[in-house]
């Protein structure tokens, strides 16, 4: 690659000789000595080879090639204006993955209280399954990526995460479900303190009936395989489907019964029209990460969101 020999100043000095139409003028647009500018506008046309304006009594007038110069000109020194004011830029904005349990019912409420404090930021968010959200901070097309079970990366040397929240999964089915007809309710405390009633079922119990569930390379699924699906013996998985919210609509026609996050289905849970089923002896807990790239610019909205997050 050839540097060119053309500097910024040159260039800046033409546009402002251009635009005012004298040397004098563009001398004071620049805070620039008049003989400074004449210098650069020589030492330009020097580069060129060829003069750019003809005198005109007290004016400058530019040659009629000098207005495609100028356009040309104008582009570079916005280009270069945008790259000086990057940072600033920067600083103003934060590029958000989320896997889809997080970023449909958990990131809302965070990003309101970020806009409240920050009106002007913004905020880009992209929403994905685990597998596809990790792959996005390491190919840095987001700058943070929060994620609901243990990142795989491709390369660990460049990526950094931190565990964030814990959740827990729940297994459920509806109201007066027909595969649970042989089991009886039982009132129980859940994490909040409150009163709800719930099946009670053995792992062998389970696995006898038909499951419903996210799909390969979702954070749900990893779990699932990982805290469920191992302890249950011929498990009955009849469908996976990539979105929660058709799981829930498929459990509450009683295709099946199904598993995900209780921030999916606490509504339902506690209006009565999803029941819980507590599997005894396995513990349905899970970490929610936090993954980003160390090369990733950390500005001051991605510091904000990382604290309050």
Known sequence: MTLPKITLKQMAVFASVYETGSTSEASAVLHLSQSAVSSALAAFESRLDMPLFERVGRRLEPHP??????????????QALSIEHYRQHQAGQIRIGASTTIGNYVLPDIIANMYQQLPAAAIELHIA???????????????????????HPNNFKVMQQQRWRTDTLVVFACRDSRWLANFALTAIKDDTGLV??????TTTELAKLPLIVRETGSGTRQSIDEKLL?????????????QS????????TDI????????????????GELVRVEVAGLDLSRQWWMV????CHQSELWQQFMAQI
Not at 247 to 252: D, E, F, G, L, P
């Open 65 to 78: 090639y000098s207005k495609q110069i100028y356009i040309q000109v104008q582009a570079v020194l916005r």
């Open 129 to 151: 399954n685990t597998r596809e959200v990790v792959a996005e901070a390491e190919q840095l097309r987001v700058d943070i990526a929060l994620v609901e079970a243990t990142p």
């Open 256 to 271: 099946g019964l199904g598993c995900l996050s209780q921030h999916i289905i606490d509504e339902e849970l506690a209006n």
């Open 230 to 242: 191992q302890y249950l013996p011929n498990v009955q998985v009849i469908m996976e489907i990539a």
């Open 292 to 295: 980003w790239h160390t090369a």
């Open 245 to 252: 919210e058709a799981i829930k609509r498929m459990v509450r």
């Open 196 to 201: 709800r009633q719930c099946y009670q079922l």
